[in-house]
């Protein structure tokens, strides 16, 4: 899935870009696919609403509680950090709504 910044809230302080899922699309949308064509890892292409720029964010955790998914922390690849430096320590969070 590609994804806008513009769906995201951003806080610079912690380097945290948030949204919840049904921002993302409807209930059943697939939100992460597969990053790498020989590998297994999955995750999402965040496009910057201003510039246009794409960055690759790959799955690192899936918070759970009592067997339900509370969010997803996807981090950028070192690809995108190579390309875009500021991403370095990044997080996006998507809330399971």
Request: hydrophobic share 35%; proline share 4%; no cysteine.
């Amino acid at each position: 899935m590609n994804a806008t910044t513009a769906k995201f809230s951003y806080n610079a302080a912690e380097k945290l870009f948030v949204t919840e899922a049904s921002d993302l699309g409807p209930v059943g949308t697939h939100y992460f696919h597969q990053i790498y064509p020989d590998a297994a890892d999955i995750g999402l292409i965040l496009t910057s609403h201003r510039t246009g720029h794409e960055a690759t964010f790959y799955l690192d955790h899936t918070e759970t509680q009592e067997g339900e998914i509370k969010w997803w922390n996807l981090k950028p690849t070192t690809e995108t950090v190579r390309k875009v430096p500021t991403l370095a320590g990044a997080t996006l969070r998507i809330f399971n709504d």
